[in-house]
């Protein structure tokens, strides 16, 4: 039996019939040389069946941004009204997401909010616009429900209502029977009476009457009959000549001003002048406002 020479070795066989990996310390085989066992390096691959990131769900965003939006304004009166079209757009693109939230892997969430945040945004539109309308009739019936009576000026004729004697003139009712020199009651108490206009003639000094060259006096006296103080800043005086508007005249040397502004408490009047420039002094139609929203105006005129 003859034996490998030395310095050479086979591998050894291994049970499977292939050969096994060489002991260490085995150099690697020189160019030309016989061939020698080499460590199998590791082969990196991709794994099989990788799962792709999921798609974005542009519905669910834009239903919930819509729903947001719809939040914020939906207990603005009248803007609400915009508020109700938007939660009702988020409400459907939040059912539209949910439905694709299944196959793109993405969205649940935000369209179950979209849904819920519409269908809030969508009772809030409701509760609002019924508390504003109510409101709105409250105010109307305020207004319609207040009235005015008007008192004839002292010397009366027979044929003329007797002084003292007060006529009933519910608001809405043509008010020109008031004539300069009546005074007029609201059914709270307050009383508005505008004496008869005279003539006036501004110091150089005036403001305002520009282009005119007649100008009349009227003093007005506002008596506070009710139960609680009254703010008479907010009266408002506009008047009307041979038809045309007025111009009021300011004259801080005569004590024209734009009348007074201290609260009047129950049972105190103030009277205060107010002068215009008109066309025609026979010809006068004034209005006076004393609230814009709890007052009817009071009309005034020369054709009794």
Known sequence: MSYPPPGTSEPNPSP???????????????????????????????????VPPPRSNVLATTG????????????????NLFAAVLALAGLVLGIVGLVQARPLGTGKGRSIAAIVVSSVAGVG??????????????????????????????????????????????????????????????????EVGASVPVAFTPSDTSVGGEGFTQFVRVDLT??????EAFDPALTY???????????????AASSIGSGPSTSLLPGQSVT??????VTDPADLTM????????YESVLFSTAG
Do not use: K, M
């Open 222 to 227: 506002l008596t506070n009959g009710t139960s």
């Open 125 to 190: 539109v409701v509760v609002s616009q019924v508390f504003f309308v109510a409101a709105l009739e409250e105010l109307s019936t305020s207004l319609e429900s207040t009235s005015v009576t008007s008192t004839a000026p002292a010397g009366a004729g027979a044929d003329e209502t007797p002084a003292g004697t007060a006529e009933d003139t519910t608001v809405g009712d043509d008010l020109s029977a008031l004539v300069f020199g009546d005074a007029a009651v609201f059914e709270d108490g307050l």
């Open 16 to 50: 499977t019939g292939y050969p096994t990996a060489p002991p260490p310390g085995t150099p690697y085989p020189q160019p030309g040389g016989p061939a020698t066992w080499a460590p199998e390096q590791p082969v990196h691959r991709p794994p099989h069946g990788s």
């Open 64 to 79: 919930l941004v819509l729903a947001l939006v719809a939040l914020v304004l939906c207990l603005i009166p009248i803007i």
């Open 272 to 277: 205060f002048p107010v002068v215009f420039g």
């Open 237 to 251: 005086v506009t008047l009307s000549s041979g038809g045309a508007e007025g111009t009021q005249v300011f004259d």
């Open 287 to 294: 209005e006076v406002d004393v609230g814009a929203w709890e």
